[in-house]
Structures are given as C-alpha cells and as structure tokens.
C-alpha cells in the first residue's frame, strides 16, 4: 500500500484532501509545518482533523529556518523597494521542498496538500514523458499559479485531490462528515506570519528602514507630499495616497511608479507612466524539460504564452523567450506583449500558461 503525507493546515481542504485519499485506499499521515510561535490554534485543529480521520498526525518545527528565509527576505525585500511574495518563496523553500524531503524520511511515497491544482503525466513528451501542472477545474479557487517553481522530480511525488472538484460546497460537504467544528473556518487570507494580517504595522514592529517618514515626488523629483513608508505602497497603487503639501488628497491624481526606501521616496506619475511592452523575470523555471530545451537552443526560439501578473491579474497574451543567466544556473525570461500591461511589481511573480498547462514562472525585475 503507497503511503501518503498529507500537508495539514487545519482547514477544510486539507482535511478534506486527506479524507478522500484515505476513502481511495492509501496509507495516510498528516504533517503540519510549524513556522511561527503564534500556530497553537492551527496545530491544534490540525490535530482534531488528523484524529477525526483516524491517521497520525506529525509536527515538524521548522521556525528558526523560516524566520531566516521567509520572513527576513520578506523585510529584505520591502527594504529594497520590492513587493514581494512570501507564500510563493514559502511553497519553493519548505512546503514543496524541505517538508517533502522529511515526509519521505518519515516513509512517504507520495506528498499531497488541499491545493486547487491538477498533475497529470503526458508519456508523448520528452524522451520518457513529462509531468504537467493544470489549472484545477473550479477556475475560481485555481492554485497553480504558485506552483510555477515546480520541477519533475517533485512532480512525480504530488497529488492535488482537489483539483477535479467542481465547486468548494463539494468540499465542505465531504468534509463536514468528520464532524470536526472546523466547516465554517475561512479560506486563508493575507500573510499567514503576520498575526494582525497588517504588513506595515509587522514592518514597524522590526523597526525596518521600509517604514521611514519620506517623501512623495514627481518624475521630475519635486516634492509633492509626504509619507510614513515605503512599504505602504506597491507600485500602480491609487487609493491611500495621503495629501499633498497644501492639505490636498493625492487620491485620483496620481499613482505610484515606483519606490526608492534608500531615499526614503515614492514616485508618483499617471496611467501612462505604469503601460510597458516588456516584462524580464529572474529565475524562470520552465516545468518541461524540453520545452526548456527548446527555448534555450537559439535566441529566435520563442513560445506564445498567456500571462498574469498576479493570481487574480487580468490574462494577458505574450511571447516568451528564455535565455541562461551568465554564471548562474538560473534563466532569464523576456515576455513580450501583443499590448502594453499595466503596473508590473518588481517581486511579484509573472506567470506563463499555455491553454491550461501551466508553463512556468519567475519574479519580475524589469520592464520597458
């Protein structure tokens, strides 16, 4: 019998993920990250779900390590003007990472988590075959697009059980059989360290740079107004701007072009300032190997590709090209766009599909 490690949050779709695998004839055991001090609620529901289904439940601390690389690259990278996305840095360094290599220590053939996403295997691709990620089938809780930094070897170990349910009352249903107080419990939202769920008051509480009292300006460096932090703002923001220096709101003015913490500055322009054509991402993963082969062959190979900018981003259409980074094993992506899209975030993810096969992705550093 193929056992399964099954990541438990302590909500229903987990729960509900580990219930359907047991109900399919897998040997099933429950492991929850513990990542930050305040977790004793989510560990503990984790545990009452574990029980409920009658599967051992394991607890792997972990919070020294992502204090170091999750949340002091998250400060990092406000600090730098970025606007960064820890849940994806998360998924790459322990979820998709470091927890499979310790399930599998623990007897684990197989890693599943209640992520709305499908894998699939095409044996006509490559020499052997490949693995694919798709966007699971309820469009509306789709997942994939944190799980671009995917490779085949990780692949081949992950079932998503969720990604052919049609709708979320689906999982509640299943899951309120357990009768586990728990089917009311919202889906998560905002950053999952941060116990307030407030970003700039987490950044003031590290004392970061990111919340210096600085400046707005204009593109031609004249001062409009000030501010209580850079972290305060992402670039294409327009609401909460504050005022000018008469008393005035910068509301429906302008909108933020870009950050400068160093200087303690946020650039303020208008709509036309935040159009641009190219998009460059640092460390691309492609998913197929020979799709990535074939990119990498000349500088004239290319794919068109549909594009977000964030998981809920308008879908924009593009032609990707991919280039080796000089001295690294890390690629460079060109995605070039059939019409300009607004407000790239230096940090933030972009995002590639081709119809529904999730292609591959990389964290925006430049656009023109």
Partial sequence: MKRVAVGLSGGIDSGTTALLLKEQGYDVFGVTMWIFDHQANELEAAKRVADAIGIKH?????????????????????????????????????????????????????????????????????????????????????????????????????????????????????????????SEKKDSLGICFIEHKNHVAFLRERDSKAMRRGTFVSKENQILGYHDGTARFTTGQKRRLGQDLNGQYLNGKYVVVSMDPEKSEVVLGTESDLLYDVVRCAAFNVISPQLESHLLTSNANSVDVDVVLSQWSTVYKGRLKLERQSGTNDRIAHVVFERPVRAPARGQALVCYKDDVLVGGGIIFDYK
Avoid: M, W
Avoid at 167 to 182: C, Y
């Fill in 58 to 182: 394991y607890v792997l601390d972990y919070r020294a390590a992502f204090e170091s690389l999750i949340i002091g690259t998250f400060i990092k990278e406000y600090e730098q003007g970025l606007t960064p996305n820890p849940c994806i840095l998360c998924n790459k360094t322990f979820k998709y990472g470091q927890l499979i290599a310790d399930c599998v220590r623990l007897g684990a053939d197989y890693f599943a988590t209640g992520h709305y996403a499908k894998v699939d295997f095409n044996r006509n691709l490559g020499p052997e075959g490949e693995f694919l990620v798709q966007r699971a089938d309820n469009r509306r809780k789709d997942q994939s697009y944190n799980l671009y930094h995917l490779d085949q070897d990780t692949l081949k170990r992950l079932i998503f059980p969720l990604g052919t349910v049609k709708s979320k009352d689906d999982v509640r249903k299943r899951f309120a059989a357990l009768h586990v107080e728990l």
